[in-house]
Nanobody
Framework: QVQLVESGGGLVQPGGSLRLSCKVS????????MGWYRQAPGKQRELVAG???????NYADSVKGRFTISRDNAKNTVYLQMNSLKPEDTAVYYC???????????WGQGTQVTVSS
């Protein structure tokens, strides 16, 4: 079964940092475009950071320069390093895997990030 398991969320003060992790089933990790999405209450889900299977990255303008997406192929894990966090970053963050050529994609369970003083 394909699984994505997220961890690393929590409560942090403005200006602080967190690193989210998403461990992905080995069967799909190497051939998948990966992305981190977030959804705040009352708002639409948005793509925060993405990394293609080929290694190219893209970021939402609101997080560019503060967040970094990366992959550890040996651990089948994708990370989101979040620095200089702001209250407006507060949301549930979801990991997504989209295998190339597949009609399906897969989602993690979500992890809460709260930025507050």
């Amino acid at each position: 079964q394909v699984q994505l398991v997220e961890s690393g969320g929590g409560l942090v003060q403005p200006g602080g940092s967190l690193r989210l992790s998403c461990k992905v089933s080995r069967t799909i990790f190497s051939i998948s475009d990966m992305g981190w999405y977030r959804q705040a209450p009352g708002k639409q889900r948005e793509l925060v950071a993405g990394m293609s299977a080929g290694g190219s990255t893209n970021y939402a303008d609101s997080v560019k320069g503060r967040f970094t997406i990366s992959r550890d192929n040996a651990k089948n894990t994708v990370y989101l390093q979040m620095n200089s966090l702001k209250p407006e970053d507060t949301a549930v963050y979801y990991c997504n895997a989209d295998p190339l050529g597949s009609p399906y994609d897969y989602w993690g369970q979500g992890t809460q990030v709260t930025v507050s003083s």
